[in-house]
Every structure is written in C-alpha cells, then in structure tokens.
C-alpha cells in the first residue's frame, strides 16, 4: 500500500508526457521506425491485409489484454464490443451523420455497452466472468442476425468507407495503414501509461488480492467496472477500424468464431505483456492466411489449435513467455562458459 501511495504522489507532481514516455524503451522506436518504412517496401495486400489487420486485431486484444493482464478479468465480450462500434458506424453513416458525431457516437455507445458488461459480470471472477461475457456474445450475435429493421439482419452493411477528411482518401492502402498505425500506437501508449497510474495500480492490485484492496478502502467493483469502460473504448476503437478494413460487417464478423479468435490471438503473444497481442495477431493472420498452402481450408481452425496447443503447454505466457525462457537459459549458459574459462 506505502509503494502505491508513493507512486501516487509522484505521479501526481510528474507532466503527462514524460509519464507517458516512461515506458518507451529503445526496441519501441526501433519497431516503430520498421512499421513506418513497411508500407512503403510492402505491397498492397502485405500493407492492408496482414500489416493493417494485424494491428487492429491486436488493439482488440489489447482491451482484452487490459482486462485480463492488469484486471485478472477474462473476457469474452471484447469482439462483441467491437463488433457494436462497428455496426453503429455502419448504421451512423448510412444515415449521413457527420463524421465526428458517428465516429463520437459509436465509440461512445460501445463504451457504454462495455461498462453495462463490466457492471454485469465484475462481481464474479474466473469461468463465471467467461461464461458470463460468452452468454452477451451469443446473445448479441442472435441479436443482429435476427434483426432487420436495425441491423439489417444476416445481410448486414456493405460499402463501409471511412469518411474522406483533408481530401486524403484514407481507404487507400497506404493512407490506411498510416491511420491504423498512428491510432493503434496512441492506443498502446496510452495502455502503457494508464498501467502506471494510480488508477491502474490500484486496478493490478485488485486482480492480485481483492480482498485486501477492499479492506483497505478501495472499491474493487467500481476499478473493474472502470476497467471495462476503459478497454470498451480501445475495443470500440478498433472496431471502427476493422470495419473500415473490410469495408462491411455482418453477423458472421461477430460470431462465436472471431470472439475466440481474439481471446486466442491474446494468449499465443502473452496475456500479461501490452505488446502480447500485436505479436499473436502477426501470427495468427500469417497462420490464417498461408497455412492453406499447407493443409486444407477447413484444417486451419485444427493448426491454429495446435500451435496454441503447443504454446499454452511450453510458456502459459505465451511467445513472450517462450523468448524469456530463451533469454534466461543463453544467460545461465554464458555464466556457465565463464566459469569453465575461469
């Protein structure tokens, strides 16, 4: 608790964009700068399709991310809310909203629809949180399926384009993934600061002992609620985006399948790790998209299950997991050369 207070008050007296820029070590920029020159060496299809992509669903998982590494809530629910923002979007824009107000309104409705799970399934922990957020999934895919008036049933809404703004058409490939690039890496900053505030402290110490938080004051159901409006908005960000990307939604891009995938993508890079879920949507989209080359279609959801099989077996905490045991092991290996050389 005195380490927590301490942090508090120095986070207090401390600008924002120093605290924000605390949490930026030297591999940040390096991948920063490669995602920069990227598009510009990539053609179309690597740029949007596995680049863009890539990025957006590992925003997803970001918020899922938030929940389950900081939070130790797993939810199922963050591709559903997703899924709303972009459904709002879709909705918004075909009844020509102003570009501000749709993308203001769909975020903002996502946020609070994120907020009304959280406050459903924060007083519960474990498989009741995932069962809890798996049952909202399920009834919000029979809910735009069956629906037509408003969401157009199973056809959906096709011709999602982003809004042209500073007469940059930013469907194009390269203005695109520039957009996803700037929002997803404001996004991921944000996360890392948000994670050393006092709010997110507070939150890490709720996930590691409730109990004590409470006895100490701390309202553990409002910080997870919080939590969820938090990752609802990072979740409806990228919903926007997806959307955009695909240039359509249908109730096909909110089923059971894409709400594991993202929980699946999480796990593989590192559940507890801000970058674990960009790494498992790198591989994850590489997997979905080449390993036909390989086996059969209808055997991809059979190699993907391996891999996270496999991983999940190796290193709990994912690819990141498996690199530190690598890192540890060439440590002790060196450690031992000196001492032979000794």
Not at 84 to 90: D, K, P, Q
Not at 155 to 160: C, I, L, R, T
Request: hydrophobic share 55%; proline share 5%.
């Amino acid at each position: 608790m005195a380490s927590i207070t301490d942090e508090t008050a120095e986070k207090k007296t401390s600008p924002v964009l120093p605290s924000l820029l605390r949490g930026v070590r030297w591999y940040h920029v390096v991948v920063a700068a490669l995602l920069l020159i990227y598009p510009l060496i990539a053609t179309d299809f690597w740029t949007v399709q596995i680049g863009a992509q890539s990025l957006i669903l590992g925003l997803i998982g970001l918020s899922l991310m938030l929940l389950a590494g900081y939070g130790g809530m797993v939810s199922l629910s963050q591709l559903t809310v997703a899924g709303l923002a972009g459904y709002l979007v879709a909705i918004f824009g075909n009844a020509e909203w102003p570009a501000w107000l749709m993308l203001v309104g769909a975020v903002s409705l996502a946020t609070v629809a994120a907020v009304l799970i959280g406050w459903i399934s924060a007083r519960t922990s474990g498989i009741y949180t995932i069962m809890i957020t798996l049952a909202i999934s399920v009834a919000f895919y029979y809910l735009v399926l069956q629906n037509d008036p408003i969401f157009n049933s199973f056809n959906g809404f096709s011709g999602v384009r982003p809004p042209e703004v500073f007469g940059v058409d930013w469907r194009a490939p390269l203005p695109f993934f520039y957009l996803t690039l700037a929002v997803v890496g404001a996004c991921y900053l944000f996360v890392l600061y948000l994670s050393r505030t006092p709010f997110g402290l507070a939150l890490q110490a709720v996930r590691d002992n409730p109990r004590r938080m409470a006895s100490l004051g701390f309202n553990v159901t409002a910080h997870r609620v919080a939590a969820h409006g938090v990752a609802g908005v990072l979740a409806g960000i990228g919903g926007v985006l997806l959307v955009w990307q695909n240039g359509q939604i249908s109730p096909g891009s909110v089923g059971i399948g894409p709400v594991i995938d993202i929980l699946i993508l999480t796990v593989l890079g590192g559940l507890a790790h801000p970058v674990g879920p960009f790494i498992g949507a790198v591989i994850f989209i590489l997997m979905e998209n080449f390993a036909i080359d390989l086996i059969d279609r209808e055997r991809f959801n059979t190699v993907i299950g391996a891999v996270f099989l496999v991983i999940v077996l190796f290193s709990p905490d994912g690819v990141l997991g498996l690199w530190g045991k690598l890192k540890s092991w060439l440590a002790r290996q060196s450690a031992r050369n000196r001492v032979d050389q000794w």
